[in-house]
């Protein structure tokens, strides 16, 4: 018999979560974060920098161009928003 959970109680999946740098904080509530990584190349075998940008959601609009922040993955919020603000880890100097 399946295990009976009141709605707060219910546990979610794990959500991704990433750190990077915020590029551009110009719109309201929105702010794009550019995520990089470092992958080995397959033929040269050499590290290479490859990045990304996400369209985050700031409710509060903390953060600022060059700070780091920490974003987690969630429901799409408009054509292009699917991640959220978790916290400014660093502000930019």
Same mark, same amino acid.
């Given at each position: 018999?399946?295990? #009976?959970?009141?709605? !707060?109680?219910?546990?979610?999946? &794990?959500?991704?979560? +990433?750190?990077? #740098?915020? *590029? /551009?904080?110009?719109?309201?509530? !929105?702010? *794009? =974060?550019?995520?990089? &990584?470092? *992958? +080995?190349?397959?033929?040269?075998?050499? %590290?290479? $920098? &490859?990045? !990304?940008?996400? %369209?985050?959601?700031?409710?509060? $609009?903390?953060?600022?161009?060059?700070? !780091? =922040?920490? @974003?987690?993955?969630?429901?799409?919020? /408009?054509? $292009?928003? +699917?991640?959220?603000?978790?916290? *400014? @880890?660093?502000?930019?100097?």
């Amino acid at each position: 018999m399946a295990e #009976q959970t009141t709605g !707060t109680e219910q546990e979610r999946g &794990r959500r991704a979560v +990433r750190i990077g #740098q915020v *590029v /551009s904080a110009k719109m309201d509530k !929105t702010l *794009v =974060v550019k995520i990089t &990584r470092r *992958v +080995r190349h397959p033929m040269y075998a050499r %590290f290479i $920098n &490859r990045s !990304t940008k996400l %369209f985050v959601h700031d409710e509060e $609009n903390t953060a600022h161009a060059g700070d !780091t =922040v920490k @974003v987690m993955a969630t429901r799409p919020l /408009s054509k $292009n928003k +699917r991640w959220r603000l978790v916290e *400014v @880890v660093e502000r930019a100097k």
